[in-house]
Nanobody, 121 residues
Framework: QVQLVESGGGLVQAGGSLRLSCACSGSIFSIYAMGWFRQAPGKQREFVASIPSGRSANYANSVKGRFTISRDSAKNTVYLQMNSLKPEDTAVYYC???????????????WGQGTQVTVSS
């Protein structure tokens, strides 16, 4: 079993900052890509950022220059630093991790439970 636990969401004023964390635990042999999606009320889930193992990060155009994704491999944790937040960033943020549980296991995408981010104007 693999679990992803998110933290760091909350209420912030426009222009403020938040830092989300997502810690992976359980039967983990290797973690490949890690990242974040978000889903606003009445909208589809959308990509925010990803960071493949040993490669450069990728960002949605809407967050480039404001959000920074990073990972701590020793802690099996991915972070999302969100600066200059806007009301349109309001959403439930979900982390994911592409994890294999053994040398012979095909990687599988695991998801966190989601954390609410609300940006007031």
């Amino acid at each position: 079993q693999v679990q992803l636990v998110e933290s760091g969401g909350g209420l912030v004023q426009a222009g403020g900052s938040l830092r989300l964390s997502c810690a992976c635990s359980g039967s983990i042999f290797s973690i490949y890509a890690m990242g974040w999606f978000r889903q606003a009320p009445g909208k589809q889930r959308e990509f925010v950022a990803s960071i493949p193992s040993g490669r450069s990060a990728n960002y949605a155009n809407s967050v480039k220059g404001r959000f920074t994704i990073s990972r701590d491999s020793a802690k099996n944790t991915v972070y999302l630093q969100m600066n200059s937040l806007k009301p349109e960033d309001t959403a439930v943020y979900y982390c994911y991790a592409d994890i294999s549980s053994s040398r012979s296991t095909v990687p599988y995408d695991y998801w966190g439970q989601g954390t609410q981010v609300t940006v007031s104007s």
